[in-house]
């Protein structure tokens, strides 16, 4: 008689998971590999306690590039998650620009707008700067993996215009998850500061000498206390939005400049005793 047992549920599932491993299974991140089948199973002598090295294993699905995931089903997620799952992972970070249908909010009455950087084509997800159609007919290889007249998700096809896309990519994120959670995976939505889409950075001071970024949209003045007001309006519309998230990660924009506004010049004279000199 083999006893798998854990602390928890979760920990039962890692040892079912360890065992299978020792039987000769190999989990990978895009699949199984099993040994080969044979007639007899060999009772192994195991007497083990395990815990895991590093309190978060995880990875950071990472949107908005053209071999990423935003191409994913909602199925190829789930199978995804239950591969990081079997890897005993236990914490997943999404990662979205400011451009992206992933959350809705206003400011002063205006919405945030979706189109000016990214392209209708892939559900508005991808960047309008990559060169191309989006057409699954000028892909040069992997061509016969994509049955839709778009590169992009299957859920995103046939949108009706922004709101459609908004709809569909929150409720597919939620479902993404929803599903994490049911596999013991803890998970985290971010937040881009210091960036905002074009339409809403009228509203605000831009960064300095030039805050436009064709990657991600416009770079902001961190002084600029409107910037923080709609920062704290995102924030409460990502716990609105994904309400079973776990976290939410905040960081600074790649690239952002050195602001030489006269209001950060004054915060870098006042604050750089604290950090001496670099």
């Not at 895991?52 to 699905?61: C, D, I, S, T, V």
Request: net charge negative; hydrophobic share 35%.
């Amino acid at each position: 008689v083999i006893v798998v047992a854990g602390a928890g549920a979760k920990g039962t599932i890692y040892a079912t998971y360890e065992l299978l491993e020792r039987y000769g299974v190999t989990f990978e991140i895009d699949g199984d590999i099993l040994p080969e089948q044979t007639r007899d199973l060999e009772l192994l002598a195991l007497d083990e306690t395990m815990k895991p090295a590093f309190k978060y294993r995880g990875l950071h699905p990472f949107w908005n590039h053209l071999t990423s995931c935003q191409t994913w089903s909602l199925d190829d997620f789930k199978r995804f998650v239950d591969q990081c799952a079997k890897l005993k992972f236990n914490y997943m970070s999404f990662h979205f620009f400011p451009f992206e249908p992933t959350l809705s909010y206003n400011y002063n009455g205006e919405p945030k707008l979706l189109g000016d950087y990214s392209a209708p084509e892939t559900g508005y997800m991808a960047r309008r700067r990559y060169p191309g159609t989006w057409s699954t007919a000028d892909l040069e290889v992997g061509r016969e993996h994509f049955t839709e007249k778009w590169h992009c998700a299957p859920e995103l096809l046939n949108l009706s215009g922004p709101e459609d896309a908004c709809e569909r990519v929150q409720d597919k994120l939620r479902k993404i998850i929803g599903h994490a959670k049911t596999r013991f995976i803890d998970t985290a939505v971010c937040l881009y500061a210091l960036a905002l889409p074009p339409n809403l950075a009228r509203h605000v001071r831009q960064a300095t000498p030039d805050g436009w970024q064709r990657c991600v949209g416009k770079f902001v003045c961190a002084t600029d206390p409107r910037v923080r007001e709609i920062d704290e309006i995102r924030l409460r519309r990502l716990l609105e939005t994904y309400p079973e998230a776990d976290a939410i990660w905040i960081y600074e924009a790649e690239n952002y400049p050195v602001c030489e506004c006269e209001y950060c010049r004054a915060l870098y004279k006042r604050e750089l005793g604290r950090f001496g000199d670099f």
